[in-house]
Nanobody
Framework: QVRLVESGGGLVQAGDSLRLSCAAS???????MGWFRQAPGKEREFVAA???????SYADSVKGRFTISRDVAENTVYLQMNSLKPEDTAVYFC???????????????WGQGTHVTVSS
């Protein structure tokens, strides 16, 4: 059974930092891992992704503020979020896929999401 468990969300003030984690289990190989987010009343949108080659990609809205990294041995992906803005408020979903996916492509497997709220 494949399972992705996110952690690290919370309530912070604008300008603060948060680090999200996502641990995957039940898969022997994961090529692409990444994060999407969904704000209230909006569609889910791509945030960042990292491939097995360590190639990373980011949405324009988070470039320079967010950093994605990965522990391949632990099947864990991280999202370091700095200089948070109120518009970053959303539920953040971790995804994993056995394929080499381009940025923004939906994943095979998803976590349940972790809430991030940024107050002004």
């Amino acid at each position: 059974q494949v399972r992705l468990v996110e952690s690290g969300g919370g309530l912070v003030q604008a300008g603060d930092s948060l680090r999200l984690s996502c641990a995957a289990s039940g898969l022997t190989f994961i090529y692409t891992m990444g994060w999407f987010r969904q704000a209230p009343g909006k569609e889910r949108e791509f945030v960042a992704a990292i491939r097995a080659s360590d190639m990373t990609s980011y949405a324009d809205s988070v470039k320079g503020r967010f950093t994605i990294s990965r522990d391949v041995a632990e099947n864990t992906v991280y999202l370091q979020m700095n200089s948070l803005k109120p518009e970053d408020t959303a539920v953040y979903f971790c995804g994993a896929d056995r394929r080499d996916l381009g940025p923004g492509r939906p994943y095979e497997y998803w976590g349940q999401g972790t809430h991030v709220t940024v107050s002004s």
